[in-house]
């Protein structure tokens, strides 16, 4: 990092402009546009989100007042909230969705996996769920939920090892998680986790003809049929483990292939767990494990209302709000990158809180991520809630 930039234009500058550029040409984006570009309009979202900004109007209100800084920023005129406004609204959402990719898959790839986790497998895990975003019906009539609210359910899934989310399909609530099968493509040897909800037999056999491996916790009313048992050491809260195959009609006929089922008791809070897979060869214990792990997302979706700025939307329609989020998650992998390229020891959390308070600062990145980590060396340990603590 360049010392004597302010500390977001340090940031902005892990974007690749040439790629960042090529979905603004692919989708129009600056198409009769003067001054205000795509780019422009990136950095104002973005400046929004690292400093924790409230509205359009707080986000612009602050821009204006470092006015003389706009430049270094690598804004060249002053902000309006309503051109901000329009460009959000008119802007494809989609430029911003597949720059995210790009910046996802940069990640992912400084991500080291050399952690330290209770998961042996050398195969990308990765945890499904939904998380539902609830908006008022008056002004978001299109998201349609129940009859007096309106929502919006952000579908996600998370590779568990390095905590990136590396797909994210946005509906109207009413939309099953389950329907988010439809559309993704699964990776031949990859692990899918999903809690009970996602159980649909067909889908599931698609994710097995794909070469795939689902890990789902069994409903109760599983009807099925043991074809052979497996020891298990019961001191590891192991219960059984058992090859079986469905015995309802249309469950056999929509899944015709042998399932295992992993039954573990959690001693600690007193209850049993079932958990079926379509993977043979791996330790039942590590399927236990890596259901346990499917919880990341969860926490997940928790950091990300509490640090992003995604629960309350800074336009109307939908095209506006899609780009808030996905701004907001590329804002989210750009820390994340800067975190892994800087090698810091602080959770993402703690990244993005220096960031948010030294924005207009001049450090350098690395001496300013650095002088914290020694003055914490000594700190006893806070109460915040620590997420990605990678």
């Not at 493509?185 to 491996?213: C, K, N, P, Q, T």
């Not at 650095?370 to 806070?382: A, R």
Request: net charge positive; proline share 1%; charged share 25%.
């Amino acid at each position: 990092m360049n010392q004597g930039k302010y500390v977001f234009a340090q940031l902005m500058s892990l974007v690749n402009h040439k790629e960042f550029t090529s979905y603004v040409d692919k989708y129009r984006g600056n198409y009769r546009v003067r001054d205000f570009t795509c780019w422009h309009q990136f950095l104002c979202m973005s400046f929004g989100q690292i400093t924790n900004r409230e509205s359009l109007r707080d986000t612009v209100l602050c821009l204006q007042a470092h006015d003389h800084k706009l430049y270094h920023l690598g804004l060249t005129k002053g902000v309006r909230k309503s051109t901000l406004a329009d460009a959000n609204e008119t802007r494809d959402w989609r430029i911003y969705a597949e720059f995210a990719q790009v910046l996802i898959k940069q990640a992912r790839h400084l991500c080291q996996r050399d952690q330290e986790m209770a998961i042996e497998l050398d195969n990308v895990v990765y945890a499904l769920d939904a998380t539902t975003i609830e908006l008022c019906l008056d002004v978001f009539w299109w998201a349609k939920f129940r009859k007096h609210k309106a929502a919006i359910k952000l579908h996600t899934l998370l590779d568990v090892k390095c905590e990136i989310p590396c797909f994210i399909h946005i509906t109207d609530g009413t939309v099953h998680d389950v329907n988010v099968l439809d559309v993704i493509e699964f990776e031949a040897e990859a692990f899918y986790v999903m809690d009970r909800g996602y159980i649909d037999w067909s889908r599931l056999y698609m994710i097995h003809l794909a070469a795939a491996y689902f890990v789902v916790r069994a409903k109760d009313n599983l009807a099925f049929e043991r074809v052979y048992s497996q020891k298990v050491d019961k001191s590891t809260g192991l219960r059984c483990d058992q090859i079986i195959r469905l015995t309802g009609y249309k469950a056999a006929k929509s899944y015709p292939e042998y399932l295992r089922r992993v039954k573990y008791y959690d001693e600690g809070h007193d209850q049993t767990y079932v958990y079926l897979t379509n993977h043979f060869e791996a330790p039942a214990l590590q399927i236990a494990v890596l259901y346990v792990n499917r919880w990341k997302v969860e926490i997940f979706f928790k950091w990300v209302k509490q640090h992003l700025r995604i629960k309350k939307f800074w336009g109307e329609n939908p095209n506006a709000v899609k780009t808030q989020i996905w701004i907001a998650v590329c804002t989210f992998v750009l820390v994340a990158i800067l975190k892994y390229k800087l090698n810091s020891q602080h959770s993402l959390n703690e990244v993005l809180q220096i960031l948010s308070v030294s924005a207009f600062d001049k450090t350098s990145v690395n001496q300013l991520l650095m002088k914290i980590n020694t003055k914490n060396l000594d700190t006893p340990g806070s109460n915040q809630l620590t997420i990605f603590d990678l």
